[in-house]
């Protein structure tokens, strides 16, 4: 059942008449305007006019009254879509309001009751009032008719009577006087009986109103009290279903969750094929345009063809023609040339002439030495130095290099350990007026064709590229690798390679040139330039380790070059290597062995097992030497930031300590990488490029092979599992292989390892 109601906490008896009674009984009339307030409302204060207040004396106040203001808008909107039923407990309070106000008006109805019988009695008494006013009457009357007879008599004896008349006449104006006042007491007594009626006449509505309020109360009363039955019935209900709903709750928010980080996957995932879908339509679009070019060349180029193979067949007739003129001036040559030999040869064994002669005819038998040689020797001053050297790293354990002498215009020679291994050289249009690629040949003048069926390779790199896959493809011809010093080969590939480009400037220098590189001993060039192309001598290095900043310069080269040439020349602390046992600590054997990949470093073993390096380090000859520590291919600190070997190598022992292994290959653990850690290492694989940077960089050469394969693993799915040994080489990587210092996706795909790793740390320490 439901019950409406105009406004919240207001009693339900809206009749004007009962709330007006309500008041005069002093009961404060409906209830408090405020919500869920059952008090009645404050009376209006003495002295003051105006409408009394809706609210009671406690919420009487601006800010109760603007909650109810704001509370009662709220409803009327929700009443505006569904009317909303009074709450139990309300309608229990309005129903024991009701009943107090009718226990309390219940005496004032039995006053009102005995009034009305008073006003009964009053309209019985009027028929005697009536007969009493007759009787009034009947006298005046009867006094008129006798002051009459009088008058009459009077008259009749005028002269005596007179007096008598006067008094008789005086005494009829009494009489009417007290006529006319017992009809104005007469008229009182009607009125007052009147309003007596119309009184009880009154209060008998009132009362038949006050009967039917009451059972209509009472009605209200046996109504509200079944809905309350029933609203506990509803609530107790509702309680049940707001557990129900909570629980399920609490299993969709668990549920919402999962499918949130779900969606978050795939949202990546979809964003990454989103930027390859739209990588592969710029690609088929400049391939779609590349191609209608090619076709529209490919045009061209036949009709040109037609016309190059016309006159190929005349430059092999003009070129026949000219072979046989070559023939022949060559044929005229060697004839000159042996008359010269025989008419030489006659001089020779022909005596001296005399001093005093002439020497008109001896002077012309034979070229002037001085005229003939003049040329050679200023040729041989100096021998031929290339133009530019471009330097391309070591590839499968050997130096390749980029090298242009001034006669070889645009072509560059593709050099391995200094042994010429092919050429490259660009190609332009049949006009010269644009470059339509790169083309590549091997040191037998083969060409080398490019990938996806190009006619040409489209950069310097790609071609040298191919030369050099090719090269590794041939075995190097017996006794061809040059002896390279072993100081040099003991440096890391990214000291090779600075000190490769510091040297090239001093190796390019020439007599021509401005500066004090181009004015050192050709010796000294001569070494920079065996350096560039990485196959230095030890008598190489000693020159140019001998070189200081006075001879060097002071030149932005200059300093490159000093710096690059630090580590060719250790301090004497660098020199003693001697192992170097450091005792039982924590207990593990520790011990120094001298690193044979760089001079004067150590290698740090616990139990015969390479952990870590330690390597002095001075960045000036000056300066004092500081020392690198190395765990695990971890850089402990930033750059030489120990002061000597044995902090170094504490250094490495505490990092020991404090590091957590892997578990075994054949771990479960390995399969059970949650989904999100998966997606987050494939998206940070995909933005780190293992073919330049750091990543390309990394020795040494098995270790690097395996990296790059664990990375490769990495890209391919972001649901498929990574085998164990690639995941295991990516979580043991240190962040200095990953890119550089400053590379955002190395530091990304550093994360994404490392989170993965601290779950299988906590895995893996859970365990009994």
Same mark, same amino acid.
């Given at each position: 059942m439901t019950t409406k109601t105009l406004r919240r906490g207001k009693a339900a008896a809206t009749d004007e008449w009962l709330a007006r009674k309500l008041i005069e009984a002093g009961f404060g009339g409906a209830d408090c305007d405020f919500p869920d307030c059952t008090n009645a409302r404050a009376p209006r204060p003495p002295g003051k006019s105006g409408s009394p207040t809706k609210f009671c004396v406690q919420h009487n106040n601006p800010r109760d009254r603007q909650k109810a203001y704001r509370a009662r808008k709220d409803l009327e909107k929700e009443r505006a879509a569904a009317p909303e039923p009074v709450p139990v407990q309300q309608a229990v309070a309005r129903g024991a309001r009701e009943e107090q106000v009718l226990a309390s008006l219940l005496p004032r109805v039995l006053t009102a009751l005995e009034a009305v019988h008073q006003g009964q009695h009053a309209a019985a008494d009027t028929a005697a009032i009536a007969a009493h006013i007759t009787e009034v009457n009947s006298a005046a009357d009867e006094r008129a008719r006798q002051a009459e007879e009088r008058r009459e008599t009077a008259v009749q004896d005028a002269g005596k009577a007179r007096e008598e008349a006067a008094r008789s006449e005086q005494d009829a104006a009494d009489a009417r006087a007290e006529q006319q006042a017992a009809q104005k007491e007469a008229a009182t007594a009607l009125r007052e009986a009147a309003d007596a009626d119309s009184r009880a006449t009154a209060e008998r509505a009132a009362l038949d109103e006050l009967s039917g309020a009451h059972r209509e109360l009472r009605d209200t009363h046996q109504q509200l009290s079944g809905a309350h039955d029933l609203l506990k019935t509803r609530h107790k209900?509702? #309680?049940?279903?707001?557990?129900?709903?909570?629980?399920?709750?609490?299993?969709?928010?668990?549920? *919402?969750?999962?499918?949130?980080?779900?969606? #978050?996957?795939?949202?990546?995932?979809?964003?990454?094929?989103? /930027?390859? *879908?739209?990588? &592969?339509? #710029?690609?088929?679009?400049r391939t779609a345009a590349d191609l209608a070019a090619a076709q529209s060349e490919n045009t061209g180029l036949a009709a040109r063809l037609e016309e190059l193979q016309a006159h190929r067949e005349e430059l092999k007739t003009e070129n026949g023609r000219l072979n046989g003129l070559l023939e022949e001036e060559r044929e005229r040559h060697r004839r000159e040339l042996a008359a010269l030999q025989t008419q030489l040869d006659t001089t020779r064994k022909a005596p001296a002439p005399d001093t005093t002669a002439g020497h008109d005819d001896s002077d012309t038998l034979g070229p002037d030495p001085a005229d003939s040689d003049e040329g050679t020797d200023a040729a041989q001053d100096e021998p031929r130095a290339p133009v530019a050297i471009e330097d391309l790293g070591v590839h499968g354990g050997a130096g390749w290099t980029l090298v242009r002498y001034e006669d070889d215009h645009s072509r560059w020679r593709v050099l391995r350990d200094g042994e010429i291994a092919g050429s490259i050289q660009p190609e332009h249009s049949l006009h010269g007026t644009s470059l339509l690629g790169w083309s590549a040949r091997t040191s037998h003048a083969m060409p080398l064709r490019p990938p996806h069926g190009q006619k040409h390779f489209s950069n310097r790199e790609q071609a040298a590229g191919a030369v050099v896959r090719d090269g590794l493809r041939r075995a190097a011809a017996p006794g061809s690798a040059a002896a390279v010093a072993d100081a040099f080969a003991a440096l890391t590939e990214p000291d090779q390679n600075a000190l490769v480009a510091a040297v090239i400037p001093l190796a390019i220098a020439t007599s021509e040139r401005a500066g004090?590189?181009?004015?050192?001993?050709? +010796?000294?060039?001569?070494?920079?330039?065996?350096?560039?192309?990485? $196959?230095? =001598?030890?008598?190489?290095?000693?020159?140019?380790? +001998?070189?200081?900043? %006075?001879?060097?310069?002071?030149?932005?080269?200059?300093?490159? &070059?000093?710096?690059?040439?630090?580590?060719?020349?250790?301090?004497?602390?660098?020199?003693?290597?001697?192992?170097?046992?450091? @005792?039982?600590? =924590? =207990?593990?054997?520790?011990?120094?062995?001298?690193?044979?990949?760089?001079?004067? @470093?150590?290698?740090?073993? !616990?139990?015969?097992?390479?952990?870590?390096?330690?390597?002095?380090?001075?960045?000036?000859?000056?300066?004092?030497?500081?020392?690198?520590? #190395?765990h695990r291919r971890r850089a402990l600190g930033r750059g030489p930031a120990h002061a000597g070997r044995d902090a170094a190598a504490r250094a490495v022992i505490a990092a020991e300590e404090a590091w957590v292994p892997l578990p075994d290959l054949d771990d479960e653990a390995y399969l059970r990488i949650p989904a999100g850690l998966?997606?987050?290492?494939?998206? +940070?694989?995909?933005?780190?490029?293992?073919?330049?940077?750091?990543?390309?960089?990394?020795?040494?050469?098995?270790?690097?092979?395996?990296?790059?394969? !664990? &990375?490769?693993? %990495?890209?391919?799915?972001?649901? /498929?599992?990574?085998?164990?040994?690639?995941?295991? $080489?990516?979580?043991?990587?240190?962040?200095?292989?990953?890119?550089?210092? /400053?590379?955002?996706? !190395?530091d990304r795909l550093y994360e994404a390892i490392q989170g993965i790793r601290s779950v299988f740390v906590t895995s893996t320490s859970s365990r009994p």
């Open positions: 209900e509702l #309680e049940q279903a707001h557990t129900d709903l909570t629980e399920e709750h609490r299993q969709l928010v668990a549920a *919402h969750g999962r499918l949130q980080g779900e969606a #978050e996957t795939q949202s990546r995932r979809l964003e990454e094929l989103s /930027g390859q *879908h739209t990588r &592969l339509e #710029e690609t088929q679009r004090k590189l181009a004015r050192l001993p050709q +010796a000294v060039r001569e070494a920079a330039l065996r350096t560039a192309l990485r $196959v230095p =001598g030890e008598a190489d290095l000693q020159q140019l380790t +001998a070189l200081d900043a %006075a001879e060097l310069g002071r030149s932005k080269e200059a300093r490159q &070059l000093l710096r690059a040439l630090q580590d060719l020349s250790p301090a004497a602390a660098q020199q003693e290597t001697d192992p170097v046992d450091l @005792g039982t600590i =924590g =207990g593990r054997a520790w011990r120094l062995e001298p690193d044979p990949t760089y001079r004067g @470093g150590y290698q740090v073993l !616990a139990d015969g097992t390479e952990l870590g390096a330690v390597a002095p380090v001075r960045q000036r000859k000056t300066d004092t030497v500081r020392w690198t520590a #190395e998966r997606s987050d290492l494939y998206v +940070a694989a995909g933005r780190v490029d293992s073919r330049r940077g750091r990543l390309a960089q990394v020795q040494p050469g098995a270790y690097r092979q395996q990296l790059h394969a !664990a &990375l490769s693993q %990495a890209r391919r799915s972001a649901s /498929g599992r990574i085998r164990s040994q690639h995941l295991a $080489v990516l979580l043991d990587a240190a962040r200095e292989d990953l890119g550089a210092p /400053g590379s955002t996706a !190395a």
